[in-house]
């Protein structure tokens, strides 16, 4: 016993060295320090007699450090409660914005083939009206109808509107 003694004391100093390097907080390397004594002072009757004791603590130090640097890479960075902003605690639901999404389908799948191509070409792909037009092989004119029938359409359907209420839509834009 005071052989281990003997030759563990002099080197905690430079332990904790090497354990504030590896993980730069004192408070977890003076934590490593000691798991890494614990399982030295357990362990001592599996050290070489012949091998030298600061390489096998400072490979005990070592491994323990990749073993708890790995857990947290895995587990994410701990935080107390107390010190966590409210908005990171509260998470906002995906239900709405899913549903959301459900009936937007839903309405789109509902319009005639002729507006869901023009509605398409103009709001998701953002081609102009002469360009979808041209596409089409419509008149622009034609376009701005059937997209202007096809945001109305949208709209009720989305707002669970009656068709006969006229529906708040946005303009149009100019054709020069």
């Known amino acids: 016993m005071m052989d281990m003694m003997r030759l563990i004391e002099p080197l905690i100093p430079a332990l904790r060295r090497y354990a504030r390097a590896l993980l730069r907080n004192p408070t977890d390397a003076d934590d490593l320090v000691q798991d890494c004594l614990e399982r030295a002072v357990t362990r001592w009757h599996q050290r070489q007699a012949d091998g030298d004791a600061r390489t096998w603590l400072f490979a005990i130090l070592h491994n323990l ?32 914005s899913g549903l959301r999404h459900r009936d937007l389908m839903t309405a789109l799948d509902a319009l005639p083939e002729e507006q869901r191509s023009v509605l398409l070409l103009v709001t998701v792909e953002g081609l102009s009206y002469a360009e979808t037009a041209d596409i089409l092989a419509i008149p622009t004119g034609t376009v701005m109808s059937r997209l202007s029938r096809a945001r109305d359409r949208m709209i009720q359907s989305m707002d669970g509107t009656e068709a006969s209420v006229p529906a708040k839509r946005p303009l149009l834009r100019r054709v020069k």
């Open 65 to 96: 450090a990749v073993t708890q640097m790995r857990q947290r890479a895995r587990r994410g960075a701990h935080m107390p409660i107390e010190d966590t902003a409210e908005a990171n605690l509260a998470v906002a639901p995906t239900q709405e």
